[in-house]
Antibody, heavy 118, light 112 residues
Framework: QIQLVQSGPELKKPGESLKISCKASGYTFTDYAMQWVKQAPGKGLQYMGWINTQTGKPTYADDFKERFVFSLETSASTAYLQINNLKNEDTATYFC???????????WGQGTLVTVSS | DVVLTQTPVSLSVTLGDQASISCRSSQSLEYSDGYTYLEWYLQKPGQSPQLLIYGVSNRFSGVPDRFIGSGSGTDFTLKISRVEPEDLGVYYCFQATHDPNTFGAGTKLELK
């Protein structure tokens, strides 16, 4: 069965960096794009962008064009979200989700809680 | 940017009732290829969101037929007939027709 398993919770200080992983299984990793979604505590969902798993080309929503980096390790069927120069407002749960033709978020990871606090 | 306005913000129901959620878009969501990229998701408490409906009215694999999506252009509705306990949570509409893709703010379905 299709599974997306994300790395565990993170506690970081402002200015630090982190890298979240999203390991896929149950399908051919390079056949489908990977999306990323942010959810601040008690808030709604915010679309961050996606990465083409065949070419590695990322596309970022406007709010995520600086400090955020999508990347891949295709040999490990894993997508990564790196956040640089962390700010308090980056405190959120971050989800990876797999695309399907004409479906943006067909399958979801369990989410990774990131807490940024001095 | 396209704004998706969901109403109501919260909805209190009795089990077995019908529930209806509206999602209105600030622009038509019909793409140039004729497809409408409007989806509905349910996020149960403490869980990841899950896909219910894609392309306005298509139920995803395993989604019960009590979930019915409808609408066109700028006006869309998700109906849940005979609400069951596992249907409680926050419902989001999402559009991928226009960049940037956007979510509605959510509708919380709770028990009366």
């Amino acid at each position: 069965q299709i599974q997306l398993v994300q790395s565990g919770p993170e506690l970081k200080k402002p200015g630090e960096s982190l890298k979240i992983s999203c390991k896929a299984s149950g399908y051919t990793f390079t056949d489908y794009a990977m999306q990323w979604v942010k959810q601040a505590p008690g808030k709604g969902l915010q679309y961050m962008g996606w990465i083409n798993t065949q070419t590695g080309k990322p596309t970022y929503a406007d709010d995520f064009k600086e400090r955020f980096v999508f990347s891949l390790e295709t040999s490990a069927s894993t997508a990564y979200l790196q956040i640089n120069n962390l700010k308090n407002e980056d405190t959120a749960t971050y989800f990876c989700a797999r695309w399907y033709p004409r479906i943006w978020f067909a399958y979801w990871g369990q989410g990774t809680l990131v807490t940024v606090s001095s | 940017d396209v704004v998706l306005t969901q109403t109501p913000v919260s909805l209190s129901v009795t089990l077995g009732d019908q529930a209806s959620i509206s999602c209105r878009s600030s622009q038509s969501l019909e793409y140039s290829d004729g497809y409408t990229y409007l989806e509905w998701y349910l996020q149960k408490p403490g869980q990841s969101p899950q896909l219910l409906i894609y392309g306005v009215s298509n139920r995803f694999s395993g989604v019960p037929d009590r979930f019915i999506g409808s609408g066109s252009g700028t006006d869309f509705t998700l109906k849940i007939s005979r609400v069951e306990p596992e249907d409680l949570g926050v419902y989001y509409c999402f559009q991928a027709t226009h960049d940037p893709n956007t979510f509605g703010a959510g509708t919380k379905l709770e028990l009366k």
